[in-house]
């Protein structure tokens, strides 16, 4: 009865998971060294095991000891101990900066073969790996694997070489699974799922030696590999490897998938590690064969990446990577690398998701030397709190620049209601001006989302720029009417003389209308040339003067743009920036004046004057010629071009 309870108490407690159920290696036993040690009759062996770095584990004592039917015996330790029969030809060495220990056994005999432990502390208490010594009379002994103890979430190297004749043949790693070997990678461009974007496989300057790097290594990676040339299990040679994965503390995990909005960007973090300085660190974007660098600490930045990617030194060893304008093609895994020979890699998958970015301005922005810009990039509420900043991207970094947020101070302001916009003002731009500005939010030395926008400058033209300066349009031909009046009253005293001279003749006896018609046209001559020139005197009173240029505008419209024309000091005019909800600021060019039209401005101002005055004096003198009884007729005056 009280067994049938406990089965049925059974049935309803959780089924364990396969990890729980089967805990990996490493966790379980964090020391590692090899399964089997092959020696040869009085020869000898060297047997290698590696323990987690921690501060405890560099310290404490370190032992080997042999199995027996009642426990495991000490045949050396780092205290100075060793066993009888082993003195003179064993030794024990701990190497705490390469986190291994390493024994020694020579002049071997066949007693020595058996079942040893190679541990840390002063018992097993699960800080030990367990070794079969095997010693044979030869004339070979067995190759065994090379070793290799990966940290959680690091990277894993190997090289492998097979010499010249297999220069062309296939190189490939597979993962040793019962009767059969799994492949992961190989030279055909062949990567097992589980490895895609992990996995890199590249030929080294030897011929027939290549090497392979696995990042982000887990538990599930810790096993038998073969590395090797040919075909499994049917032509070409391999060598066995023994990959170990175990955990450390302080190893900081990745974000192994990052998910980026289209348009937007996103942040990498590349943790190196306690790495040399000069060391060059750099970031790449996985291929099947092989790795496309992106951008490194040395400067360098792939032209297709110009003003989209950048790199930043933050604290603990870290290097953040910010990629904006993201795209669809930029899918894919990322690889955070070093050229040293013990390499440190980590890989991340970005994924490209459709929406809209929450930073937004106007991406391309084109402007003339010497004019006003701003640089507009508003930010929704969540990054109300956050830093706002406008920096001015290079090969090297992007270096902050002076900006403005529009948010306003007070207890009765709320993210609602504010004008949410960070700008970025030039007030005259020139062409050292002109490249990628970013806009960017952080909090602390985590950065955030960016935006980028690309600032066009351009030379402008050509034209009067002080009436583009006032923002007016030149006088135009018939401003006033008084150039088309000059000429009209030019015209009527030739017609009026003509009248007066053919009057003349057909009343020849009348006496009095020949002295009273002269003296009606000069009199009124007289009354049109005072009239013009009165009237230019007081359209001259209310003219401005600008360099050698006069403009119709009249003083008081002059100091109404005096403050607009203070900032502004080449050809081109602009709107005013559109406040709360505006996501940029429109720039319109003004448009330039024809030289043609200049030149007749100027003309009809002074030189129509002249032209009257001129039209005035001819007809003056050929009504004294009628008057003395002349015959001619007066000349056809041509208006001055």
């Known amino acids: 009865m009280t067994l049938l309870a406990f089965i049925f108490l059974l049935a309803f407690l959780p089924a364990e998971s396969a990890k729980s159920r089967y805990l990996p290696k490493a966790a379980s036993n964090p020391v590692f060294g090899p399964r089997q040690v092959y020696g040869l009759l009085d020869g000898s062996v060297a047997v290698k095991c590696f323990y987690p770095p921690t501060s405890v584990n560099r310290h404490d004592r370190k032992y080997w000891c042999r199995e027996s039917a009642t426990g495991c015996m000490t ?12 003195q003179g030809r064993a030794s024990i060495t701990d190497y705490p900066q390469e986190e291994n220990f390493q024994i020694n056994i020579s002049a071997l005999t066949m007693a020595d073969a058996g079942t040893y432990q190679c541990g840390i502390g002063i018992n097993g208490r699960g800080l030990s790996y367990k070794v079969n010594l095997d010693v044979s009379k030869g004339p070979h002994v067995p190759e065994g694997p090379e070793l290799f103890y990966v940290k959680l979430y690091s990277t894993l190297t190997i090289s492998c070489s097979f010499g010249r004749d297999y220069e062309s043949a296939r190189k490939f790693l597979c993962k040793m ?15 097992d799922k589980d490895y895609t974007g992990r996995a890199l496989l590249s030929n080294e300057d030897i011929p027939g030696s290549f090497r392979i790097v696995i990042t982000h290594m887990g538990w599930q990676d810790s096993g038998l590999y073969l590395c090797g040339v040919g075909s499994y299990g049917e032509y070409g040679e391999t060598k066995e490897l023994d990959v170990h994965v175990y955990e450390e503390a302080d190893v900081p995990q990745g974000k192994p998938t990052i998910t980026g909005v289209k348009g937007s960007s996103v942040t990498f973090e590349c943790h190196y590690g306690l790495v040399k300085t000069s060391i060059v660190k750099y970031w790449c974007k996985w291929r099947q064969h092989g790795c496309a660098r992106i951008i490194d600490n040395t400067g360098y930045v792939s032209p297709a990446y110009e003003g989209r990617v950048a790199m930043f030194h933050s604290p603990n060893n870290t290097i953040t990577i910010i990629l904006n304008q993201l795209k669809d093609t930029d899918e894919g895994y990322y690889w955070c690398m070093t050229e040293e020979e013990k390499e440190q890699q980590s890989s991340t998958e970005l994924k490209i998701t459709d929406g809209q970015p929450a930073l937004r301005g106007k991406n391309d922005v084109e402007a003339q030397v010497g004019s006003r810009v701003d640089l507009t990039c508003s930010y929704p509420c969540k990054y109300y709190s956050y830093q706002k900043y406008w920096c001015k991207w290079s090969n090297t970094g992007c270096t902050p620049m002076p900006a403005s947020d529009q948010r306003q101070p007070g207890p009765d302001v709320t993210c609602s209601t504010d004008n949410k916009t960070v700008i970025l003002s030039f007030d005259s ?3 050292n001006d002109q490249g990628w500005y970013w806009c960017g939010v952080k909090r602390g030395d985590l950065f955030g989302e960016t935006m980028a926008a690309y600032l066009q400058v351009t030379e402008g033209s050509r034209g009067n720029p002080n009436l583009e300066l006032l923002g007016v349009d030149a006088p135009s031909r018939t401003e006033g009417d008084l150039a088309p009046q000059g000429r009209a009253f030019s015209g009527a005293a030739v017609e009026s003389a003509a009248a007066s001279e053919s009057s003349d003749q057909s009343h020849g006896p009348d006496v009095l209308a020949l002295v ?5 046209a000069v009199l009124l001559i007289l009354m049109t040339a005072f009239a013009v020139f009165k009237y230019r005197q007081l359209k ?8 050698s240029y006069r403009t119709n505008i009249s003083m008081s ?16 005019k602009e709107t005013q920036e559109t406040q709360i909800g505006g996501d940029e600021l429109i720039t319109t060019m003004a448009p330039p004046e024809s030289a043609a039209e200049t030149k007749k401005a100027k003309r009809s101002s002074k030189e129509d004057v002249d032209l009257a005055y001129s039209a005035f004096l001819l007809t003056s003198s050929n009504i004294a010629q009628g008057s003395s009884g002349g015959d001619s007729a007066a000349p056809a005056v041509s208006p001055l071009n």
């Open 75 to 86: 045949i050396l330790s780092t205290n100075g101990y060793i066993a009888p029969g082993y």
């Open 516 to 520: 009273l018609g002269p003296l009606g």
């Open 540 to 547: 001259r009173s209310d003219l401005v003067s600008v360099g």
């Open 557 to 572: 419209d002059f100091e109404s743009v005096k403050e607009y024309s203070a900032s502004n000091n080449a050809c081109e």
């Open 177 to 191: 699974e019962k009767n059969s070997c799994l492949n992961i990678i190989d030279s055909y461009g062949n990567v």
């Open 429 to 431: 731009v020139t062409k």
